[in-house]
């Protein structure tokens, strides 16, 4: 694999970042995954611009424009002959003496990877998935994507541990989101409902890009706050993410949703997604 290391193209054995780099002491970085299928990338633009966001949010320095960005991810694609996977790009504060506060006039550290993997046709996306529910136990800034991911990690690790697929994450009872995707249910009544934005989640791209195409098809969607309870007794419920698309979920907790098997919704909301995706592909 060839990965990009601060201007550098080179074979991933040769890649080095700094000790004193931030985002190795401090998790003091930002990233963003973007999904690749047919050699172009999804909704490239609106990673470019909650990037922005991220980097804004911490007071970080761009490392590079947004072309020159975008060019990168175009070098990647073609330099490990992807067709379909993900493209992974973080940004971190830079290398300086280990302080709390932000150094100045740190470079920051651009890294850039691809993993090629299927993504239209998995086993998640055919039989669906598996949740238990967890505490939130994440800081109070879920809508800066950071690279310090080491509670949802821990999150992931319970669901494997106890066999399932992934955890939603809860507070008092009312789910947060997935370790790494945004949570819906869809009620009797066909409504799909899916948290709010805030500080509490991450405003996911393909989250914004599914409620879009599920109001275009006449879908009624309601962003709101919904407890496990009310999951556990939904007609459906699925996961958005870049690297998962819409993916069904067919049991909370031991609790099979509906009847345990991909709800129409999800389904039709995934093949949406994949069609209106490719289209409008960059
Ligand atoms: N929520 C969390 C906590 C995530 O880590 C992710 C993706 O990594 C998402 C939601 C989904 O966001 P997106 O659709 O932009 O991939």
Same mark, same amino acid.
């Given at each position: 694999?060839?990965?990009?290391?601060?201007?550098?193209?080179?074979?991933?054995?040769? /890649?080095?970042?700094?000790?004193?780099?931030?985002?190795?002491?401090? =998790?003091?970085?930002?990233? +963003?995954?973007?999904?690749?299928?047919?050699?172009? &990338?999804?909704? %490239?633009? =609106?990673?470019? #611009?909650?990037?922005?966001?991220?980097?804004?949010?911490?007071?970080?320095? /761009?490392?590079?424009?947004?072309?020159?960005?975008?060019?990168?991810?175009?070098?990647?694609?073609?330099?490990?002959?992807?067709?379909?996977? &993900?493209?992974?790009?973080?940004?971190?504060?830079?290398? !300086?003496?280990?302080?709390?506060?932000?150094?100045?006039? #740190?470079?920051?550290?651009?890294?850039?990877?691809?993993? =090629?993997?299927?993504?239209?046709?998995?086993?998640?996306?055919?039989?669906?998935?598996?949740?238990?529910?967890?505490?939130?136990?994440?800081?109070?800034?879920?809508?800066?994507?950071?690279?310090?991911?080491?509670?949802?990690? &821990?999150?992931?690790?319970?669901?494997?541990?106890?066999?399932?697929?992934?955890?939603? &994450?809860?507070?008092?009872?009312?789910?947060? @989101?997935?370790?790494?995707?945004?949570?819906?249910?869809?009620?009797? $009544?066909?409504?799909?409902?899916?948290?709010?934005?805030?500080?509490?989640?991450?405003?996911?791209?393909?989250?914004?890009?599914?409620?879009? %195409?599920?109001? +275009?098809?006449?879908?009624?969607? $309601? @962003?709101?706050? %919904?407890?496990?309870? @009310?999951?556990?007794?939904?007609?459906?419920? %699925?996961?958005?993410? /870049?690297?998962?698309?819409?993916?069904?979920?067919?049991?909370?907790?031991?609790?099979?949703?509906?009847?345990?098997?991909?709800?129409?919704?999800?389904?039709?909301?995934?093949?949406?997604?994949?069609? $209106?995706?490719?289209?409008? !592909?960059?």
């Amino acid at each position: 694999r060839i990965v990009y290391v601060n201007g550098d193209y080179v074979p991933e054995a040769e /890649a080095k970042i700094s000790v004193f780099d931030r985002g190795f002491l401090m =998790a003091d970085g930002v990233y +963003e995954v973007t999904s690749v299928l047919a050699g172009r &990338m999804i909704d %490239f633009a =609106a990673h470019m #611009a909650r990037l922005r966001r991220s980097l804004a949010e911490l007071e970080m320095d /761009a490392p590079a424009g947004e072309a020159e960005l975008e060019a990168i991810h175009r070098e990647m694609i073609a330099r490990n002959a992807l067709e379909e996977g &993900m493209i992974y790009m973080q940004v971190t504060r830079g290398a !300086a003496d280990r302080d709390f506060t932000y150094p100045e006039g #740190a470079e920051p550290s651009l890294v850039l990877f691809t993993q =090629a993997r299927p993504l239209r046709d998995t086993a998640g996306a055919r039989n669906g998935i598996r949740v238990i529910t967890v505490p939130d136990i994440r800081w109070a800034r879920r809508d800066i994507k950071t690279v310090q991911l080491l509670a949802p990690s &821990m999150c992931k690790m319970a669901a494997k541990t106890a066999g399932v697929d992934d955890a939603w &994450m809860q507070e008092d009872g009312v789910v947060t @989101e997935g370790t790494s995707n945004n949570a819906c249910i869809v009620t009797a $009544e066909g409504t799909v409902v899916t948290r709010d934005l805030s500080s509490d989640i991450l405003h996911g791209i393909t989250r914004a890009a599914v409620l879009r %195409f599920a109001r +275009e098809a006449q879908v009624k969607v $309601e @962003e709101r706050a %919904f407890t496990v309870e @009310e999951a556990r007794a939904a007609a459906e419920a %699925f996961v958005t993410s /870049a690297s998962s698309f819409v993916t069904p979920v067919v049991e909370i907790d031991g609790t099979a949703i509906g009847d345990g098997t991909p709800g129409p919704v999800a389904r039709r909301l995934r093949d949406i997604y994949i069609e $209106e995706s490719l289209k409008a !592909a960059t």
